[in-house]
C-alpha cells in the first residue's frame, strides 16, 4: 500500500493546519493509522494513531487536546488536524500503516507500523 501526505506549509504559532494522507487502496480499512513526526536533530516520535473503523484513538502526550487524528474509509484518507500550533510541532509528519492490532504501548512504536509515506514538512514560525 503507497501513502501520500499532503496539507503540511509554513504557519505562524498560534495557528492550525490539517494534515492528509491518501492511502492507495482500499485494504486501507484493514490498518491502524498512524501520525509520527520528525524534528531536525531528533529521532521520529509518534503523534497519534486511529483505529481501524475510527476509534479508538491516541495521542502523545505534548498534542492531546490540541491535534484530533481521524479517518475516512470511503475515501482512503487519514487527517490530522492541528491547532495551536508551536514551534515545538515544527516536523516532518509522516502517516503510517500498522495492520496489527490494537494493543496500546506498541501503537507508539515505529517497528509495528508496516507501510509509511514520504512525508509532508510543517513549519511554525513565530
Known amino acids: 500500500m503507497q501513502l501520500v501526505e499532503s496539507g503540511g506549509g509554513l504557519v505562524q504559532a498560534g495557528g492550525s493546519l490539517r494534515l492528509s494522507c491518501a492511502a492507495s487502496?482500499?485494504?486501507?480499512?484493514?490498518?491502524?493509522m498512524g501520525w509520527f513526526r520528525q524534528a531536525p536533530g531528533f529521532e521520529r516520535e509518534f503523534v497519534a494513531a486511529v483505529g481501524k473503523r475510527g476509534t479508538p484513538t491516541y495521542y502523545e502526550e505534548s498534542v492531546e487536546g490540541r491535534f484530533i487524528i481521524s479517518r475516512d474509509n470511503a475515501k482512503n484518507m487519514v487527517y490530522l488536524h492541528m491547532e495551536n500550533l508551536s514551534l515545538d510541532d515544527t516536523a516532518v509528519y509522516y502517516c503510517?500503516?500498522?495492520?496489527?492490532?490494537?494493543?496500546?504501548?506498541?501503537?507508539?512504536?515505529?517497528?509495528?507500523?508496516?507501510?509509511w509515506g514520504q512525508g509532508t514538512q510543517v513549519t511554525v514560525s513565530a
Open positions: 503510517a500503516a500498522n495492520e496489527n492490532v490494537w494493543i496500546k504501548g506498541v501503537i507508539q512504536l515505529e517497528g509495528s507500523y508496516d507501510y
Open positions: 487502496d482500499s485494504s486501507f480499512k484493514d490498518y491502524i
